[in-house]
C-alpha cells in the first residue's frame, strides 16, 4: 500500500496520464472569470467553460490536483471543521476528467482500479451508491465490475445529483466509500450507508456531467456528456495510512505539530483544543 501523501500525489497523476490523461496544475484558489464562485470549490471549476461549450482545449482528458476551499456558498463546511475527523476549510483534490471523450464506464473502471490496485485498499471493503434512477451506472458497476448489490446503494438527488452551484453544470454521480468499522459508526442499528457519522467514509465522488441547470431550474443537455471526478487527498491519505482520522495523517501531522509548540498545546490532550488546532490547521 503506498504509504506517503506524497506517493499518493504522483501514483495519481501517473495512473491517468499513463492513460492519456494531459496533466493540468491546479487553477487558483479565487476563480478569475467566474463571479458565482468565492473561492474554488472544486477540480471541475478552471473546466467549467469546456463542461458549458463555451471554450476548448488541446485535451479531451485531464488529470489536476485542485487546490479548494469550501467556506461558503452551496460546499460550505466551515461549520463542520474541527468537530469531524473528515471536513476542513481547505483541501486538496483529486480529479480525472473527460471533455466529450469517456464517460461512465471508463470513470467506473478507471476509479475501481486505482482505488484496489494502485492505493491498494481492500475491495471487500468498499461500498458504490448511485443516483436512485440511474440504471446504466448501476448496471455498470453490477455486471461490469462484479460489485455485489448488498453493496450497491441507490440514494436520491440530495447523495447522488451533483452539481457546482445553484446553476450550471451537472449530473447524477456514483461514489466510491469504505467501511471503516463499527468502531468509527454512531452507534445506531440504522447505521448504514449515507449515513452522517464517520463508519461508511466517502472517498471519490464520480459526476456523470450530462446538464446544465439554468436560473429557472432547468436541466438542460450539455453539448457533450463528460466526467468530472473528486477525490480528497487528506481522506485517502488517511486511509492508506490506516489511521483514525485525516487529521492524524502526514499531511497535518506537522502542521499539528507546529501549532502545538508555538501555543503550548499537544495535540490529543484536550478535545476542545483539537477542535481548534483542527480549524488552524
Not at 447522488?160 to 466510491?176: A, L, V
Request: a negative charge.
Amino acid at each position: 500500500m503506498i504509504a506517503t501523501s506524497l506517493e499518493l500525489r504522483q501514483a495519481f497523476v501517473n495512473y491517468f496520464s499513463t492513460r492519456g490523461h494531459t496533466v493540468v496544475p491546479s487553477g487558483p484558489l479565487i476563480p478569475q472569470a467566474d463571479p458565482t464562485l468565492l473561492f474554488t470549490n472544486a477540480g471541475m471549476n478552471q473546466f467549467k467553460g469546456v463542461f458549458l461549450g463555451e471554450e476548448s482545449r488541446p485535451y479531451s482528458r485531464a488529470v489536476s490536483i485542485q487546490k479548494c476551499m469550501r467556506a461558503g456558498g452551496k460546499h460550505n463546511d466551515l461549520e463542520n471543521v474541527g468537530f469531524t475527523r473528515r471536513h476542513h476549510t481547505f483541501f486538496e483534490m483529486l480529479g480525472n476528467f473527460s471533455f466529450g471523450d469517456y464517460f461512465k464506464e471508463e470513470a467506473i473502471v478507471f476509479g475501481w482500479e486505482f482505488l484496489t490496485q494502485t492505493a491498494g485498499l481492500p475491495a471487500d471493503r468498499l461500498w458504490v451508491t448511485v443516483f436512485r434512477d440511474d440504471q446504466e451506472a448501476y448496471d455498470l458497476w453490477h455486471t461490469r465490475m462484479g460489485i455485489s448489490e448488498s453493496r450497491l446503494v441507490r440514494l436520491g438527488e440530495k447523495d447522488n445529483f451533483w452539481q457546482m452551484g445553484e446553476t450550471g453544470p451537472c449530473g447524477p454521480c456514483s461514489e466510491i466509500l469504505i467501511d471503516q468499522g463499527e468502531a468509527f459508526g454512531c452507534g445506531r442499528s440504522t447505521c448504514a450507508v449515507g449515513c452522517d457519522c464517520d463508519r461508511y467514509l466517502e472517498l471519490w465522488n464520480l459526476v456523470f456531467m450530462q446538464f446544465d441547470r439554468d436560473l429557472a431550474g432547468t436541466l438542460n443537455p450539455l453539448p457533450k456528456p463528460s466526467i468530472d471526478t473528486g477525490m480528497g487527498l487528506e481522506r485517502l491519505a488517511a486511509v492508506t495510512q490506516e489511521v483514525a482520522s485525516n487529521y492524524d495523517s502526514d499531511v497535518f501531522r506537522p502542521i499539528l505539530e507546529s501549532i502545538g509548540k508555538g501555543t503550548g498545546r499537544e495535540y490529543g490532550a484536550s478535545l476542545e483544543a483539537d477542535r481548534s488546532m483542527r480549524v488552524i490547521a
